[in-house]
């Protein structure tokens, strides 16, 4: 088919509309259902008591924005499938091929955000991981512009949410324990 190293169960799941839209929606609602009453959830002490952004959202804007984010996800990632079928062999198929490794990509480090950052209490890591799937969706768009333009579009509120999601896991950390870390730091520096 072609150079991807890509399985056949992820180009074939969002051929179906029902599916691509599902999947993404179904890992972000059992996500949050696993880690929104761990030892470091949203409604545990220890996030309550955690200094807050000044621009922090009200808890039930995420409840929100992010099943609309998984949506236009999930049917991008059909739209792609579907520029891969319309696709003769050649390098169409491989920038579609591309494009939906991103897909996987990012939707693994979406996964993996909510348990690193509230199942552990990981801010640094959740920030790291943040700044890992907003790198990688921003490839995934460019990507997507040669594949599919309405799929790129679909992806720039996701995108735009990446942003603003890094600068408050960032301002959560530093506000809570990475100004501490890079005092340190610099202290540790100053002795050498």
């Known amino acids: 088919m ?5 399985p056949t169960l992820l180009i074939d799941l969002p051929r179906n509309p029902i599916f691509a839209v599902g999947l993404p929606v179904t890992v972000g609602v059992l996500n949050g259902f696993l880690t929104r009453k761990s030892q470091y959830g949203p409604e545990s002490l220890w996030y309550k008591g955690l200094k807050k952004p000044s621009l922090n959202p009200p808890r039930h804007y995420f409840g929100i924005v992010w099943p609309a984010l998984y949506v236009g996800m999930g049917y991008a990632s059909h739209l792609t499938v579907k520029a ?3 696709t003769p062999p050649g390098f169409g198929r491989d ?3 591309h ?3 991103l897909y996987w990509a990012q939707l693994a480090l979406n996964a993996a955000w909510s348990p690193v950052t509230f199942g552990f209490g990981q801010l640094g890591l959740g ?3 943040l700044g890992a799937l907003t790198g990688t969706i921003g490839y995934w768009i460019a990507s997507l512009k040669e594949v599919d333009i309405n799929a790129a579009y679909l ?3 996701y995108a735009a949410w990446s942003v603003f999601a890094t600068y ?3 301002s959560l950390w530093w506000n809570n324990s990475g100004r501490n870390f890079y005092n340190r ?5 100053k002795d050498v």
Do not use: C, Y
């Not at 072609?2 to 890509?6: D, F, V, W």
């Not at 730091?185 to 520096?189: C, H, M, P, S, Y």
């Open 2 to 6: 072609s150079n991807s190293n890509l």
């Open 84 to 86: 891969l079928d319309r």
């Open 95 to 97: 920038k579609a091929l």
């Open 99 to 101: 494009a939906l490794t």
């Open 127 to 129: 920030l790291v991981n």
């Open 155 to 157: 992806m720039i509120p």
């Open 168 to 170: 408050l896991n960032a």
């Open 185 to 189: 730091l610099v202290n540790k520096a």
